[in-house]
């Protein structure tokens, strides 16, 4: 499996982003898929994630209304739409894909099964 991620950059306080994440080697469809993100000096934190077979979405509080997690099931591709950027969000996003199917669990990093590289989210204030 590969995954890539892209459409970081830096922006305004206020301003918005896309991240896409392309993907191949299993289908995001059948697995559930999520957005990681990681600051400089801190741990790697949980921001969203999509459920298998439209099984529904969830996210970090903090983030709750700004961003919208969703997947292209023809295109293998998901996205994370970043409304209203604030400083804190900035960090290297990271899309990643969970085969285990537990929702308990999914919320924690390392129950990702496989990680794409980064992308840079820079936001001014």
């Known amino acids: 499996v590969q995954l890539q991620a892209s459409g970081g950059g830096l922006v305004q306080a206020g301003g918005s982003l896309r991240l896409t994440c392309a993907g191949s080697?299993?289908?995001?469809?059948?697995?559930?898929m999520g957005w990681f993100r990681q600051a400089p000096g801190k741990e790697r934190e949980f921001v969203a994630v999509?459920?298998?077979?439209?099984?529904?979405?969830y996210y970090e509080d903090s983030v709750k209304g700004r961003f919208v997690i969703s997947r292209d099931n023809a295109e293998n591709t998901l996205y994370l739409q970043m409304n209203n950027l604030k400083p804190e969000d900035t960090a290297v996003y990271y899309c990643?894909?969970?085969?285990?199917?537990?929702?308990?669990?999914?919320?924690?990093?390392?129950?990702?099964?496989?990680w794409g590289k980064g992308t840079l989210v820079t936001v001014s204030s």
């Open positions: 990643a894909m969970n085969t285990d199917g537990i929702l308990s669990t999914i919320r924690r990093s390392d129950v990702y099964d496989y």
């Open positions: 080697g299993r289908t995001f469809r059948s697995n559930d």
């Open positions: 999509i459920r298998r077979y439209g099984g529904g979405t």
